[in-house]
Antibody
Framework: QVTLKESGPALVKPTQTLTLTCTFSGFSLSTSGMRVNWIRQPPGKALEWLARIDWDDDKFYSTSLKTRLTISKDTSKNQVVLTMTNMDPVDTATYYC??????????????WGQGTMVSVST | SYELTQPPSVSVSPGQTASITCSGDKLGDLYASWYQQKPGQSPVLVMYKDTKRPSGIPERFSGSNSGNTATLTISGTQAMDEADYYCQAWDSSTGVFGTGTKVSVL
């Protein structure tokens, strides 16, 4: 059974750096075709894709946020970490991690974490 | 950057057909996926590679994608289908979600 779970602070102050961890099980990020993504959703708003890291350590970022984002993986711990610098109240959102694989559901987010709510406030 | 546009809302009577559109430049050249999200829950994949249903998704869900528009169709809509729906595509390895559509079953 594939599962993902996000963890991180519930509250950060403006200008601080947010660090989120996605801990997963049921697959290995060293397996060809596996990818882990970060997606966020502000309250009452649409989903927004943030970043992706692939089994071969390729990394891809949202064009609008790429200067603030860094994604990394620790294959031995089955974890993917996202850092976002210079946090602002508009970054208040639920942050999800989700898997993409080559099989069976090609290029689709087939398993999502439960999400973690992050508020940005003084 | 690439954008996907959806109607904000679609209303449908129980048992009728709901069609949700997703528009983007030459979207038909990409694969579209669709996600269903109910309040307080994580999104669930309901369609991938334009027309393919994941295991466990009812047959009343179907999809198409041509030209600039992808469409998710729910035939014989049930009350349980009331949710937000998002289309999604990959543009040069960058993920893009649609603006989202709230489906109301009235």
């Amino acid at each position: 059974q594939v599962t993902l779970k996000e963890s991180g602070p519930a509250l950060v102050k403006p200008t601080q750096t947010l660090t989120l961890t996605c801990t997963f099980s049921g697959f290995s990020l060293s397996t060809s075709g596996m990818r882990v993504n970060w997606i966020r959703q502000p309250p009452g708003k649409a989903l927004e894709w943030l970043a992706r890291i692939d089994w071969d350590d390729d990394k891809f970022y949202s064009t609008s946020l790429k200067t603030r984002l860094t994604i990394s993986k620790d294959t031995s711990k089955n974890q993917v970490v996202l850092t976002m610098t210079n946090m602002d109240p508009v970054d208040t959102a639920t942050y999800y991690c989700a898997r993409v694989s080559d099989s069976p559901y090609v290029d689709a987010f087939d398993v999502w974490g439960q999400g973690t709510m992050v508020s940005v406030s003084t | 950057s690439y954008e996907l546009t959806q109607p904000p809302s679609v209303s449908v009577s129980p048992g009728q057909t709901a069609s949700i559109t997703c528009s983007g430049d030459k979207l038909g050249d990409l694969y579209a996926s669709w996600y269903q999200q109910k309040p307080g829950q994580s999104p669930v994949l309901v369609m991938y590679k334009d027309t393919k249903r994941p295991s466990g998704i009812p047959e009343r869900f179907s999809g198409s994608n041509s030209g600039n528009t992808a469409t998710l169709t729910i035939s014989g809509t049930q009350a349980m289908d009331e949710a937000d729906y998002y289309c999604q595509a990959w543009d040069s390895s960058t993920g893009v979600f649609g603006t989202g559509t709230k489906v109301s079953v009235l």
